[in-house]
């Protein structure tokens, strides 16, 4: 066998073995997801029970400094911490995001124009949709706009906003969580919807 037939019979085994790997990966994620939600109903129990407020933090991402909504006179501030912790979120928690791109809308500082990929039914399916930071953000979750699974906020209206169901509530209302901490959220919303026979 010569060298040409060797590295063809590796290429062809690569791209036959990939589609499984990347399957894996989602698979294995979902589990991750499945365990974080338990984690967090668990905590939810046991705060209940003591009587004492549930404090949720996505520990992967630094919480951020500046608090700030878009009608504050420190938005710019805000938004520059905004960027740095989805350069962080990229580098240090890239194996949980299913996010390839997420660009800042030139004409409008509370629109994010973003990309998905995930593999489904053995195919790659690419997803473009929008995070909307509302009026009150960052006490208040931001909004993907036409990105969701099965479930959707009513009335739909020109979007399909995912209905995130019990995995909204670990957004911190204090204004600590931004952009970043929310595409996680996302994914395990993602990986559950995809992955499991029910979400809620």
């Not at 990939?18 to 705060?47: C, G, T």
């Not at 990229?90 to 995001?97: L, M, V």
């Not at 979007?159 to 957004?171: F, P, T």
Request: proline share 5%; net charge positive.
């Amino acid at each position: 066998m010569s060298d040409a037939d060797g590295h063809l019979i590796e290429h062809k085994f690569r791209s036959a073995i990939q589609p499984m790997l990347s399957q894996w990966d989602q698979f294995k994620n979902a589990i991750f997801a499945e365990l974080r939600i338990l984690r967090h109903e668990l905590q939810v129990k046991i705060a209940q029970i003591n009587g004492k407020p549930l404090i949720l933090n996505e520990t992967e991402i630094p919480s951020f400094k500046t608090i700030a909504s878009p009608t504050s006179k420190d938005w710019d501030t805000r938004l520059k911490e905004e960027k740095e912790k989805l350069e962080y979120l990229k580098f240090n928690c890239h194996e949980q995001i299913i996010f390839k791109e997420i660009q800042p809308d030139p004409k409008n500082s509370r629109i994010y124009n973003c990309r998905s990929e995930f593999i489904l039914d053995k195919e790659t399916t690419r997803v473009f949709f929008q995070i909307r930071l509302p009026l009150r953000y960052p006490y208040e979750c931001p909004i993907a706009d036409n990105f969701g699974f099965k479930h959707y906020i009513q009335p739909a209206g020109d979007h399909r906003n995912a209905c995130l169901g019990q995995i909204k509530e670990r957004w911190n209302k204090d204004g600590s969580m931004g952009i970043a901490h929310f595409l996680l959220i996302l994914s395990y919303y993602t990986a559950l919807a995809l992955f499991t026979k029910n979400l809620y």
